[in-house]
């Protein structure tokens, strides 16, 4: 006898696991994007103000490091795996992580498009068999025919489990949107001074910032302290669950 592989996870435990399978390679990348942008935000702030501009935002989000997003994707998991509790009930939950723990493959993306697509193929079987046979051979009145079996299919679909799936879906994929915004939100709001390896590496760097005079640089960058980061990176920390939930 096979026992279930959730048999002993929490709400919480099933949670997670929908929200880190939540994301594809292609949302990861998304969300990392985000952030990176966010950072970017954030790193030039102290240079605001003064007639500098970005020139070239993706070099510049190429200077933040790997060790500064982490622990903000590892936070944005969390988010969406809280959001996800207060959404879907503790049946709901144990559903979804039980497909995903049996197919360490599958995407929860991808999960709810096959379970749809199940639902719809079955209709238009059963919908194509209860169909009085066609007595013309117009291709116009055969296609319309088959839009109204298609319809008459998507429609038994959505009533037999697909609207509350369709619903489910739709708080599955706005919840995650929600919380990468509020990441990138609380990252971009952070105060940070000029005197960091990031700005720094700006400043330092061709073509990444646009400067309002020839000596602006130089300017600048005799003004930071360097013994601050002679101790190497300081990296922006995430705020605490408390911070973020008020």
Known sequence: MLIPQNLWATPEDDALLIAERWFDEQWREMAEDRIKR??????????????????????????????????????????????????????????????????????????????????????????????????????????????????????????????????????LGISPLFAIMRTAGDIGRMEVDLNNPVSIAALRANGVLRFSNPVQRQTLLRQVDRSDVAGGIRFIRPPSSAAGSE
């Open 38 to 171: 966010a950072f970017v935000a954030a790193y030039f702030q102290p240079l605001a103000g003064q007639g500098i501009s970005i020139l070239d935002e993706d070099r510049f989000m190429a200077l933040v490091p790997a060790t500064d997003i982490a622990p903000h994707m590892t936070r944005l998991i969390a988010q969406i795996a809280t959001g996800y509790e207060a959404v879907l009930t503790p049946a709901q939950l144990a559903a979804f992580s039980e497909v995903l723990r049996a197919d360490q493959g599958l995407t929860l993306s991808e999960m709810m498009s096959d379970n749809f697509q199940r639902k719809l193929t079955d209709a238009l079987d059963e919908v194509r068999l209860s169909a009085p046979a066609s007595d013309t051979d117009d291709p116009e009145v055969l296609a319309l025919q088959e839009l109204a079996v298609q319809l008459e299919a998507f429609e038994q679909a959505m009533s037999d489990g697909g609207a509350e799936a369709f619903g489910q879906g739709l708080v």
